[in-house]
Structures are given as C-alpha cells and as structure tokens.
C-alpha cells in the first residue's frame, strides 16, 4: 500500500496510511503514513477495543492535513501493553522440559502425546467457533508429527504427498502443527498472539523439534531444505525473542 501511494497520488489523490514495519515505511517513502507498534496484522492495535481503534484511524486521516513532505512518516503514541495480555488465561502445560531430539522414537512418542492432549481443546475450539485453520497439508495430524520427527535425522526425498516434495510437506505440516496447538491453547479464553507464542515457543516439545529443524535448515547443503528449514518453521519475531 505505501508503493501504491505514490501511483494514486499522482493521479491527483491524496493518501494516508498506516505501517506496521517502520523500516519499509522508512525505505519506500509513502505520501503519508503513521506508524503502530501493535503485531502484524492488527494495524488497529488489540481487538475489542474500538476507542484506540478510532485513535489509530483519526491520527492517520489527520495526516491529510498537513502540509508537510514529500514524504510524512510520524509515529502513533501509544501507552499499553502492545504484547496484549489476558491474565485469566491459562496454558495447557506450564512446561515440558527439554527432550532428547538425537531420540527419534522418543522426540516422536513426546510430540504425540502432546497432540493428544491438546486434541480435546483443539476439538471444542473448531466446535465453538466453526472452522479452522488447520489443514493446509491435507495429512493427519499422527501424519504430520511423523514426518516433522523425520527431518531431525536429516533431509530426505521421502514425502507423504505425491504430489509435494519430502520439504514443502515439512513446511505446511509445522503450520499445520502450529495452528493446532495455537487454537487448541486459545479455546476458553482470549490469549493475545504474544501469549500463546510464548507458551508454544517456550513451553513445548513441537517447538524444540522446530527450532532444531530451523538451525538445520541454516547449516544444510540440501536446497530445498534450506529454504523450508532456514525462514519457514520459525516466524522472525521469535527467532529474536529466542535469540536464535
């Protein structure tokens, strides 16, 4: 939208935005833009708070007003919890420990029981709300924990899709994996995306598995699974806040 800005202002429309990245906004120069310090994807900042909302937005359509530029980049001032918190959330486990991932049969039994006991959450969660967005890699969940667990041994050719390669079926099994924990773990309460990252990120067996897979991935001469390993198993924010 910032590049795109510059086009309908030359058309002879006036622009404003919002940026969630403020090196991009930093980089591409939009017209106007305000920048949030609120997660990707939520430019309005938390849900269920319409007052902030109307802030973001009139701060962002006041930019119209000025008479600044070419380029008008101001910050949005903004006093909370940016990660968001609900205190009366609790996880499903505080902890798991570490685990021994030279171990397959052991890594792969651990990972299972945690997809069984999150089974009855994940289960209630599609219930109430109903959907989901679990399913990208068209597999079973045993399936996907099966095939993750094969990667820690090293890259292989063997994939349970004919139709995608050993690696891309990696790649949409951990989200997959990912989004069933994440929705499992959210059902009862109204967690915030930093909340269930940090349990997810911190607190279980999938996420070492990933996070092993992901430092593989790095230092692999396999191609494909370099590029599966090395950005698509662990999101940019926790590769920081992991220090990876």
Not at 112 to 140: C, F, M, W
Request: net charge negative; glycine share 8%.
């Amino acid at each position: 939208m910032s590049v795109l800005g510059h086009f309908l202002e030359d058309e002879g429309l006036a622009t404003t935005g919002i940026s969630l990245i403020r090196l991009h906004a930093e980089k591409i120069k939009p017209p106007r833009s305000v920048w949030v310090p609120f997660e990707l994807g939520r430019p309005l900042g938390p849900p269920n708070d319409p007052a902030l909302q109307r802030q973001v937005l009139a701060r962002a359509l006041s930019l119209l007003e000025s008479d600044d530029g070419p380029a008008v980049l101001v910050d949005f001032e903004y006093d909370g919890d940016v990660a968001e918190r609900d205190e009366s959330w609790q996880a499903p486990w505080e902890t798991c420990g570490s685990v021994d991932l030279t171990d397959g049969a052991a890594v792969l039994r651990s990972l299972e029981a945690e997809i069984s006991n999150l089974q009855p959450l994940y289960a209630r969660a599609v219930a109430d709300k109903g959907r989901t967005t679990v399913g990208v890699s068209k597999l079973h969940m045993s399936t996907i924990a099966e095939h993750v667990v094969s990667f820690l041994s090293g890259p292989h050719e063997n994939s349970p899709r004919a139709d995608l390669s050993a690696a891309m079926t990696l790649r949409f099994g951990a989200d997959d994996l990912k989004a069933y924990y994440m929705e499992a773990a959210a059902h009862g309460g109204r967690p915030s995306s930093w909340q269930l990252g940090e349990w997810f990120w911190r607190h279980t067996v999938a996420a070492q598995i990933l996070v092993d897979l992901r430092r593989q991935g790095l230092e692999t001469e396999d191609r494909r699974f370099k590029i599966v390993g090395s950005s698509g198993l662990v999101p940019r924010d926790w590769v920081e806040a992991l220090e990876l």
